[in-house]
């Protein structure tokens, strides 16, 4: 795994996040209704019960859950709603993958274009820039959850993980896409609670920056991520 993983950034985003919970609900149902397309039951559909976990972890209300369980297997009547991503580049030619849920497509590209635009970057056309990440599950584990770091490292090494790195005094393992519920799986049979286990773009290499060029793709991200269509913003910066 190039470098620190999301989860390196959005720890130190929380708080902020807590007084935008109500964007933050509205992300997290959307997300709910577009994998209750593939069934209702997140028992036979894991990435509705990811996007479910997501939503307890967050303190979402139980009734808001199952509203948008049920728009998405048509219970309910609602907006239809689609997931976009987006490739492009911010200050230096910095590559960015953009994901979102949208129930306007042409809205959220205009919003994320002119967001780019307004901070030196630009919007890509497919591939563009996609070639520079892998598909990858990534779960990290705190300090307090892991009583012998070998041992825990050898554990999800034999359970799914392909790389685990010591980070912030826990851990964080990557794996490929195929294996995240096996490895997901295999850490609930422990009765560990996750902090964080989400699917990430992750950078292939990463690319050195300045601290003032960091600085402005961090605004850039910030702003990206501050929409209601934007679930998530990785970048291949170091």
């Not at 993958?97 to 630009?122: P, W």
Request: aromatic share 6%.
């Amino acid at each position: 795994m190039s470098g620190h993983s999301k989860w390196a950034t959005t720890k130190n985003k929380k708080a902020a996040a807590d007084a935008k919970k109500s964007s933050a609900f509205t992300k997290l149902s959307k997300n709910i209704t577009v994998a209750a397309r593939a069934g209702g039951d997140p028992t036979m559909n894991f990435s509705l019960r990811l996007a479910i976990d997501r939503a307890k972890a967050a303190s979402m209300p139980k009734d808001n859950i199952e509203r948008a369980v049920k728009r998405g297997t048509g219970e309910l009547e609602g907006v239809v709603i689609e997931e976009v991503l987006y490739e492009g580049f911010g200050s230096s030619g910095v590559a960015l993958m953009i994901e979102g849920v949208t129930d306007n497509k042409n809205r959220t590209t205009s919003d994320v274009k002119s967001v780019l635009t307004s901070h030196g970057g630009s919007l890509g056309g497919p591939n563009s820039v996609k070639w520079m990440f892998d598909r990858k599950g990534v779960i990290h584990l705190l300090p307090e959850q892991i009583s012998d770091k070998d041992s825990m490292t050898m554990e999800m090494l034999d359970n799914g993980a392909d790389d685990v790195l010591e980070e912030d005094n826990g851990l964080t393992a990557s794996c490929k896409f195929e294996d995240f519920e096996k490895l997901k799986k295999f850490l609930e049979t422990k009765n560990i609670a996750l902090e964080y286990a989400a699917i990430e773009w992750v950078k292939k290499e990463a690319v050195a920056v300045s601290d003032e060029l960091r600085e402005k793709i961090t605004s850039l991200i910030e702003e990206l991520e501050d929409n209601d269509d934007v679930n998530a913003v990785f970048s291949n910066m170091n």
